[in-house]
C-alpha cells in the first residue's frame, strides 16, 4: 500500500509493537501508532460488510434497546473501511487527550469514543477517498514482510 499521509511524524516499525490486523492498516498510520507505545488493536480496517454487521447491530440498538453496539458509522463512511482507523484498549494511549497525540500525528475525532485513533489529517476531513491508501501490486505476505523490515 501507498500512503496518502504525511511523513512529517515518526514512525516505528509496526512488527512487535501493534497486536491485531495492522497489515491492512496505512503503513504510515500504523508505523505512526507503533510509535506511540505497544498497543493491541481490538478493531481496524473493516470491510464494507463488516461495517454493515455493525451498522444492522446499531440500528437494531436503537429500535429495541438490546445489544452492544451503541453507535456505528454507515457503510461507506467509516475511516475504518479506508484503513486510517483503529479502536484500542490499550493504555496509556486510550486515556491521551488530542493535544497528547498530535506529536505523533495523531487524533481522537469522536470526543465519546477514546478508543478510536485516526491520523491527524483525517480531523474534520469529509472526503475519505482522498486519503484511501493506494493499492499496490504486493501480496499480504509481501506486505507483511516489508512490515518486519522497517
Not at 4 to 25: A, Q, W
Request: glycine share 6%; hydrophobic share 25%.
Amino acid at each position: 500500500m501507498i500512503s496518502k499521509l504525511s511523513n512529517k511524524y515518526p514512525v516505528k516499525n509496526p512488527v512487535g509493537r501493534l497486536t491485531g490486523d495492522y497489515i491492512n492498516l496505512d503503513p504510515v498510520f500504523a508505523g505512526r501508532l507503533a510509535n506511540v507505545c505497544p498497543m493491541v488493536l481490538t478493531e481496524s480496517y473493516r470491510s464494507s460488510e463488516r461495517q454493515q454487521e455493525l451498522y444492522n447491530q446499531y440500528l437494531e440498538y436503537k429500535r429495541t434497546g438490546k445489544g452492544s453496539i451503541k453507535s456505528a458509522a454507515k457503510p461507506g463512511t467509516s475511516w475504518h473501511e479506508f484503513r486510517l482507523a483503529v479502536d484500542t484498549s490499550t493504555q496509556p494511549i486510550r486515556g491521551m487527550t488530542n493535544a497528547q497525540l498530535k506529536p505523533y500525528g495523531l487524533c481522537k475525532p469522536i470526543k465519546s469514543e477514546g478508543w478510536h485513533i485516526q491520523p491527524i489529517e483525517t480531523l474534520g476531513q469529509t472526503d475519505r477517498k482522498k486519503w484511501e491508501p493506494t493499492e499496490d501490486d504486493m501480496t499480504k505476505q509481501e506486505r507483511q514482510k516489508e512490515a518486519q523490515e522497517r
